[in-house]
């Protein structure tokens, strides 16, 4: 810091600012010594390894639920070749439209109601939290727009192909109210007959194979909207079967949450590492 505040006070105020190279090879700055900055590199090094190792486990383990999905049901990359009994979706789900797509949403929580858009929906079906986004909603318009848990949440049109059918479960990740926007789709299964999980991965693996790229209406943006939905057919293998995969995905799905925050632990671990090598304290 102390070095930027140098280089600043010795930077010209003309319209854009600049350093000469006579006064950039004047700055005076602490270097250690070269066995030193050896050790710091060496530390630097064996923690960056260690991030490396972390995201290469990551990605055997998002593996899993597709493998897992695979196995135990067949390769939706061929749907018709899928040898469960076919049902349309509107047969064991409700689809729906959320809020007003042209929403009036706010980044402040004044008098307004949380909700869910697609920048919440990440491309592998989790939800991401930390975007938040608030508005006043009518009773009525509520109603048709809250959320329940397990609830699916079905991108239907997006300007990028690969995000169209991305589908997140939602499993309360947010206390209280939480509304969603018409972008995505509200998909509620009938307990009766389908599990969330079974489809929240069936989904998904449609969407990772390119069928609702392929299928979608080609416009400016492409749409594979609520009735098209529910009219299309899909697998229902018996419905303890499908608990069984949601077990096992709840196992999975616990590891990569222990596995998300030994992520965040090693970078927080690095990027302090790299803080104090900077300050002369590592």
């Given at each position: 810091n102390?070095?930027?505040?140098e280089?600043?006070?010795?930077?010209a105020?003309?319209t854009?600012?600049?350093l000469?190279?006579?006064?950039?090879?004047?700055?005076?700055m602490?270097?250690p010594?070269?066995?030193?900055?050896?050790?710091?590199?060496k530390l630097?090094?064996?923690?960056d390894?260690?991030?490396?190792?972390?995201?290469q486990?990551?990605?055997?383990?998002?593996?899993?639920?597709?493998?897992?999905?695979?196995?135990?049901?067949?390769d939706?990359?061929h749907?018709?070749?899928?040898?469960?009994?076919?049902?349309?979706?509107g047969e064991?789900?409700k689809?729906?439209?959320?809020l007003?797509?042209?929403?009036?949403?706010?980044?402040k929580?004044e008098?307004?109601?949380r909700?869910l858009?697609?920048?919440?929906?990440?491309?592998h079906?989790?939800?991401?939290?930390?975007?938040?986004?608030?508005?006043v909603?009518?009773?009525?318009?509520?109603?048709?727009?809250?959320?329940?848990?397990?609830?699916?949440?079905?991108?239907?049109?997006n300007?990028?192909?690969?995000h169209?059918?991305?589908?997140?479960?939602w499993?309360?990740?947010v206390e209280?109210?939480?509304?969603?926007?018409?972008?995505?789709?509200?998909?509620?299964?009938?307990l009766e007959?389908?599990?969330p999980y079974?489809?929240?991965?069936l989904?998904n693996r449609?969407?990772?194979?390119?069928?609702?790229t392929?299928?979608?209406?080609m416009?400016?943006n492409?749409?594979f909207n609520?009735?098209?939905?529910?009219?299309?057919?899909?697998?229902?293998p018996?419905?303890?079967?499908?608990?069984?995969?949601?077990?096992?995905?709840?196992?999975?799905?616990a590891?990569?949450?222990?596995?998300?925050?030994?992520?965040?632990?090693?970078?927080?671990?690095?990027?302090?590492?790299?803080?104090r090598?900077?300050?002369?304290?590592?």
């Amino acid at each position: 810091n102390d070095h930027l505040r140098e280089i600043e006070d010795n930077t010209a105020f003309v319209t854009v600012k600049h350093l000469s190279s006579k006064q950039i090879a004047s700055i005076e700055m602490s270097v250690p010594t070269l066995p030193e900055q050896e050790r710091i590199v060496k530390l630097l090094d064996e923690a960056d390894e260690l991030r490396k190792l972390r995201a290469q486990a990551d990605r055997r383990t998002a593996d899993l639920i597709p493998a897992l999905f695979n196995e135990m049901f067949g390769d939706p990359t061929h749907l018709e070749k899928m040898r469960w009994s076919f049902k349309p979706l509107g047969e064991f789900a409700k689809v729906s439209y959320g809020l007003a797509d042209k929403l009036d949403a706010t980044t402040k929580p004044e008098n307004g109601t949380r909700i869910l858009t697609i920048s919440n929906v990440l491309l592998h079906g989790s939800i991401d939290t930390r975007v938040e986004k608030y508005s006043v909603v009518e009773p009525a318009e509520r109603a048709k727009a809250r959320l329940q848990h397990f609830d699916l949440l079905f991108n239907w049109r997006n300007g990028s192909e690969e995000h169209v059918g991305k589908t997140a479960i939602w499993e309360k990740q947010v206390e209280g109210e939480v509304l969603h926007v018409s972008f995505l789709l509200k998909i509620r299964a009938d307990l009766e007959q389908a599990n969330p999980y079974f489809l929240w991965a069936l989904i998904n693996r449609l969407r990772a194979t390119g069928y609702f790229t392929r299928n979608a209406r080609m416009q400016i943006n492409r749409k594979f909207n609520a009735s098209e939905l529910s009219a299309l057919k899909l697998p229902l293998p018996p419905l303890e079967l499908q608990k069984e995969f949601a077990a096992r995905v709840s196992d999975i799905r616990a590891m990569q949450a222990e596995q998300a925050a030994s992520r965040r632990r090693l970078d927080d671990l690095f990027q302090s590492m790299l803080h104090r090598a900077f300050q002369g304290e590592l």
